[in-house]
């Protein structure tokens, strides 16, 4: 059965991952994504090596996440040839898919205009840093950058007390941010469906960011910088925080109705003394005290270890979670059951688990056929030829290092 893009065709002329993951995610909804790379060197993405273990004798872990699906096709861009074969390419698609900065897509030629002269019904989808208006809008920008600390994370996010601000973790405001290109461009296909007329669509890693943390940007017009802060300190509201256990484990509670849970929590904890306490008797009593009864909390959960905890938790209805880590998420029972997790064989043959996308479709939420990310040039021959270029045609374009 075909996914919600099925013969949808998007041309993506994009790196790294904020925007790729966005075409990723259409792909595993049936999409046909041809990634666009330069000969030779490819999307700079397949060789970039941080020493974080995203690199393994048969796989980029990091490249199968966000480009699996898609085909690839490489083109040499800045040769008149192979920009004309890239705009045979255009002719053909429903969506163009960029996070070339303005520049460089002028430099190419390949903007709005250009690329609507050859098809009138694209949708563009364009994605950067800051934004297109304003003096900034080419000014590189990446998700700990643009979306972590433009975006105001780093200052919202860092513990009281603590002056250095805290690093995001790897693609964190990418992720984020590709559904939110998937979006806008689900989006505008609808409009081209409903009206006939395509859309430009821009997204930016600020914008996400900015409406991720809208909550406290919003509340910010009432509360001055030093007040927003103490919002964040979790030592003030001792329902809404997570505490140790003997073993280490924490366990977060989040009580946004504090009344309903707070005498369960203290039977639960064995601290029914804490009821009759009058500096917490009501909601306002327990914020204003919060740093006594976060001590007073954190002292009952420090006696047992998760394992006894554990049933104990396991029955309350409650809004409470085990504090897990990594490798226990990827195995996560409930992750396992809704299919978050599938598994893909790399070119070599090894088998790679991934992450699915965040939105399921008719009960499924990973690809509807799980496939992996293309080699360079992979399918270059197949899709050029799809465009009625000759076999001699393509042999010569590749002869001169005009395609791979």
Known sequence: MGGVFSGVRVVELAQFVFVPAAGALLADQGAEVVHVEPPGSGDPYRTLNIADGRNTASANLSLEQNNRGKKSVAIDLKS???REVFLKLIETADVFLTSLRPKAIAALGLGVETLRAR????????GNGVGFKGKEIDKAGYDASAFWSRGGFGHIMRPPGQDRPINPRGALGDHASATAVAYGIAGALFKRAQTGEPSVVDISLLANAMWILSADIVVSQTRTPEQLMAVTDQARFPLRTSYRTRDGRWVMLMFLDPDRYWAPLCRIIGRTDLLE????ADADGRVENGVLLTAEIAAAFAERDWADWRPIFEVWDAPWELVQTIHEVAEDPQALANGYMFDVEVSDGTPVRLAAGPVGFDGK?????PRRAPLLGEHTDDILTSLGLGAAEVAR???GAVIQ
């Open 80 to 82: 008149p040839e192979g």
């Open 119 to 126: 098809n009138p019904k694209l949708i563009y989808a364009r």
């Open 277 to 280: 306490d009058p500096r917490f």
């Open 365 to 369: 939420c990973g690809p509807i056929e």
């Open 397 to 399: 374009l590749k002869a």
